[in-house]
């Protein structure tokens, strides 16, 4: 069973930082995408960043400048640096992951569970 867990999550000030993990384990013979998606109450989920295995990465207009997402392929974790935080990046944050468990699966869209960020003003 792959599994994916997110950690880090909370509550800070605006301005301040936190620093998310995400750590796929379970059966995993290739993971293709792993990348951080957003959500708030009565809003769809949205990209924040996601980092393909290519190592090219992508970040949603709101975050460029302020997050960094980082891999480690061997370890298969996935970790996103939030800084200058701000009362609208307040949201649930989910980890996901296109991973492929055997050589003769599929590859199939995999979501941690969610962590919680919650800036104040």
């Known amino acids: 069973q792959v599994q994916l867990v997110e950690s880090g999550g909370g509550l800070v000030q605006a301005g301040g930082s936190l620093r998310l993990s995400c750590a796929a384990s379970?059966?995993?013979?290739?993971?293709?995408?792993m990348g951080w998606y957003r959500q708030t109450p009565g809003k769809q989920r949205e990209l924040v960043a996601g980092?393909?295995?290519?190592?090219?990465?992508n970040y949603a207009d709101s975050v460029k400048g302020r997050f960094s997402i980082s891999r480690d392929n061997v370890k298969n974790t996935m970790t996103l640096q939030m800084n200058s935080l701000k009362p609208e990046d307040t949201a649930v944050y989910y980890c996901?992951?296109?991973?492929?468990?055997?050589?003769?699966?599929?590859?199939?869209?995999?979501w941690g569970q969610g962590t919680q960020v919650t800036v104040s003003s």
């Open positions: 996901n992951a296109q991973i492929r468990p055997r050589i003769t699966s599929i590859t199939s869209d995999y």
């Open positions: 379970g059966r995993i013979f290739r993971i293709n995408y």
């Open positions: 980092f393909t295995s290519s190592g090219s990465t």
